[in-house]
């Protein structure tokens, strides 16, 4: 079972950048590998997905701005929040699964404010 811990949030005021990382305790080279947000009051949603076959894929309020990445050496998730908004505002989950588990992580808060 693997082990997922994310770093990286923070305060930001609107139109700038944050990078989230996301360890993972083993390989995580052959699962799919996500991250979700949760805002207050709100579902978590998916933000972006980077799947064992190396395609990508991101939500509609995202797309353009975040880029999602992995290294596999490192066994190593990152997210780059480019032009962020105040409606980022969220806890950000990294996401590992394939057909006999799902882990999250604990989550980072990403706060976008002046």
């Known amino acids: 079972q693997v082990q997922l811990v994310e770093s990286g949030g923070g305060l930001v005021q609107p139109g700038g950048s944050l990078r989230l990382s996301c360890a993972a305790s083993g390989s995580i080279s052959t699962m799919t590998a996500s991250w979700y947000r949760q805002a207050p009051g709100k579902q978590r949603e998916l933000v972006a997905v980077f799947r064992s076959d190396g395609t990508t894929d991101y939500a509609a309020p995202v797309k353009g701005r975040f880029t999602i990445s992995r290294d596999y050496a490192k066994n190593m998730v990152y997210l780059q929040m480019n032009s962020l908004k105040a409606e980022d505002t969220a806890v950000y989950y990294c996401?590992?699964?394939?057909?006999?588990?799902?882990?999250y992580g604990q989550g980072t808060q990403v706060t976008v404010s002046s």
């Open positions: 996401n590992a699964r394939d057909l006999w588990s799902n882990e």
